[in-house]
């Protein structure tokens, strides 16, 4: 027990070779998993629906472990009686036990960072947000004649996904500044669900973005 | 153009950074890993108060205004760097010495390479700058000082008044490779995280063995928030290295008893304070530090000279921390920007503080203890120091009180403050985490101490 004690590093970089090891087989089938029991959540925050999942686990993994003390001390109580006084064995035996504990939990976490890494940049928030920024950069690159934009969407400015939009967009649009809609050149609609019917006679639709957002260009700037 | 701007974002700052701190740290036994991360942070905090002062007085913020100066610095210092260097050993506070390289000290490095390396992919090519502060305030200052060359327009900008390193450095970059770059404008937060992984290696190497400091740094990197920090434009991290930087020079101030070593940690928290305005209540934390190391730790108030002792050293400390302040201060009164957030900065003593304290200390467990965001890492801490707390190094202690400060301080910014609203929201993990990566990467290098003490004495 002394001797495992000592070589603490060498535990720790084992144990962490193997977590790495099995980590991205486990990732996807836990997650699949997670994402079934749950419903199907985002990963935004620290939290799964404003819980931690894990907590039950670490739960039910700190009694298996307490149960595990208890079976240690009454066998080698029952092979040498010595052993049930002895305080210095049950320091390391609680030692031992929470290096198998902080392992679990560090195990456990690690999904979760990897989940992050791996599975939520596929899915949410950073493809929609790749999504967006692409179509930025492509608005940008086809109309250069539009040296000033308007932002017109049936969002709510005031508070977010609309807040965050706008935002997004006059900072990749940068230098060129959003304007109302009377001073500029081209409209972007953002989740419109007639942009058709909100376009200003002066401006054509010259591109769909999707089935709610769009650009439209003045008109004398396309001919 | 790019790839020798890119060369110059790498090796300016770090050069720079390394040789104006070499003086500083004459005579002292300083491993080169804690050499060149605080170098490095030194050099991009060099650079933006450069950038900040030309800006102020109206000069031209083009790339000849700005690099060379600072490379005729540097050259000028070049010479007097072997001098600086001590190649002598250092006193650690574990006889247990690793002699070999050994396979858990592969493993352990290859998991930091991995983190290190995945950091850099994201930071370069996987995610733009999307994040909310970026795109409405730090990223978003950055491009416009560099499309318009000026501080004019500041005060009309979104935040006013957060403090500005952070944008400068971006836009000192974008100067660099020429262009306004979406994914490289974002590697100063990738050289934060390098810095930040290099200053607790290099500070448990001065104290520990190779192993244990390699153990600590994985340790850290296991966080998922400080590594989700290492590629997102936010200004926490920058202001968590400074922060550290600055608790971890104090500790080894009391250490040497080298005074100039309170100089650099003042430059550190002023730089902090430089970074996001959290900086300014955390220079009051080091104070404390200060305070509590100099004498009444020791209970040594009745020693003759001892208020006088304590009078320099925060003097020592207070002098760079005032001089960058009132440099931004005096900016701040020129240029009409306002000194706080409104709704955020201002104290407030409302009439459920009280009843606030259970909320308060119930966010901070959930954080810690609940969320993914940390791995294990204050679970190890709180087990560790379960087990240890009668018998606690000295070093270990004056860690502890750091951290048991920065509680304090974040406590009362959620008691005493508008703040206290963000943890009342369903998402409550808006501000929280941020507070507690400030001093995160302290509890990593504790936690690895009270192992060393519990584990290797033994033997």
């Known amino acids: 027990m002394k001797k495992l004690f000592s070589s603490l590093p060498d535990i720790i970089s084992l144990a962490a070779i193997v977590l790495f090891l099995c980590l991205f087989v486990m990732a996807r089938c836990f997650l699949f998993r997670l994402s079934s029991l ?4 985002t990963v935004s925050s620290g939290f799964f629906n404003n819980i931690n999942p894990y907590l039950n686990i670490y739960s039910l993994f700190a009694l298996a472990l307490a149960a595990g003390f208890l079976l240690i001390v009454l066998i080698k109580t029952f092979q040498n009686k010595r052993f049930f006084y002895d305080i210095k064995i049950y320091r390391r035996l609680v030692l031992s036990g929470i290096v198998l504990g902080a392992f679990m939990i560090g195990l456990l976490q ?7 890494f791996i599975y939520a940049r596929r899915t949410q928030p950073y493809r929609s947000l790749q999504g967006i920024v692409d179509n930025i950069g492509y608005v940008q690159r086809k109309y250069p004649v539009c040296k000033s934009f308007a932002f017109e969407t049936d969002l709510s400015l005031d508070i977010d996904p609309g807040m965050f939009l706008h935002r997004l967009w006059k900072y990749f649009l940068f230098p060129k500044v959003i304007k109302n809609v009377s001073e500029a050149d081209c409209i972007i609609f953002l989740q419109k669900e007639c942009y058709s019917c909100d376009c200003p006679a002066s401006f054509q639709i010259a591109e769909k973005l ?3 957002d769009a650009v439209a260009v003045r008109k004398d700037l396309t001919q | 153009m790019i790839t020798v701007g890119l060369l110059i974002v790498i090796l300016l700052p770090s050069l720079l950074g390394t040789f104006v701190l070499t003086p500083f740290l004459m ?3 300083i491993n080169m890993f804690l050499r060149f991360s605080l170098g490095s942070g030194l050099g991009w905090g060099i650079i933006s108060l450069w950038i900040f002062l030309l800006g102020a007085f109206g000069l031209p913020m083009n790339l000849a205004a700005i690099n060379l100066p600072l490379i005729l610095i540097a050259l000028f210092l070049l010479p007097f760097q072997r001098r600086g260097v001590s190649r002598a050993g250092q006193p650690r506070l574990s006889s247990f010495k690793t002699k070999n390289i050994s396979f858990s000290d592969i493993s352990l490095a290859s998991i930091l390479f991995c983190c290190v390396v995945y950091s850099l992919i994201s930071n370069l090519k996987f995610v733009p700058i999307s994040s909310w502060d970026g795109i409405s305030t730090i990223a978003f200052k950055a491009k416009f000082f560099f499309y318009e060359g000026t501080f004019s327009f500041n005060k009309d900008l979104p935040h006013a008044s957060y403090p500005l390193l952070v944008p400068l450095v971006m836009m000192w970059e974008a100067l660099n490779y020429g262009q306004w770059h979406e994914y490289l404008t974002k590697f100063v937060f ?9 200053l607790v290696y290099g500070f448990l190497l001065h104290l520990l063995d190779k192993r244990w400091a390699l153990m600590g740094t994985t340790l850290m990197c296991f966080a998922n928030y400080f590594i989700l920090h290492s590629y997102i ?8 290295f400074y922060t550290c930087s600055a608790i971890l020079l104090i500790l080894l101030w009391k250490m040497n008893q080298k005074d100039s070593l309170l100089v650099i940690a003042g430059i550190f928290s002023g730089l902090g304070a430089f970074t996001k305005l959290e900086g300014m209540g955390y220079c009051f934390i080091e104070i404390v530090l200060i305070l509590y190391l100099s004498g009444i730790q020791f ?3 009745k020693k003759p000279g001892i208020f006088k002792s304590i009078g320099f050293n925060i003097l020592r400390f207070l002098l760079p921390v005032m001089i960058i302040l009132g440099s931004y201060f005096i900016f701040k009164m020129a240029f009409h920007v306002p000194f706080g957030e409104g709704g955020k900065t201002e104290m407030t003593i409302a009439f459920d503080l009280f009843l606030r304290v259970p909320v308060v200390a119930g966010a901070f467990v959930k954080n810690l203890f609940g969320t993914i965001y940390w791995n294990w890492n204050w679970y190890l801490l709180a087990a560790c120091f379960l087990f240890s707390f009668n018998r606690l190094r000295q070093m270990e202690r004056n860690l502890l009180t750091a951290i048991y400060l920065f509680f304090l301080a974040d406590a009362a910014l959620f008691l005493l403050t508008p703040n206290y609203r963000y943890l009342l929201v369903e998402n409550f993990d808006v501000l929280l985490p941020r507070l507690i990566l400030h001093f995160f990467p302290l509890a990593p290098i504790l936690t690895t101490l009270m192992l060393n003490r519990i584990f290797v004495k033994e033997r």
Request: proline share 3%.
């Open chain 1, 38 to 41: 749950t419903g199907g959540v």
């Open chain 2, 190 to 198: 990738f050289n934060y995280f390098l810095n930040t992984l290099l």
């Open chain 1, 110 to 116: 690690v999904i979760m960072q990897l989940n992050y």
């Open chain 1, 210 to 212: 999707s089935a709610k």
């Open chain 2, 27 to 29: 005579g002292l036994k």
């Open chain 2, 233 to 240: 434009v936010y200004r926490d991290l920058p202001l968590a």
């Open chain 2, 299 to 301: 209970n040594m108030l």
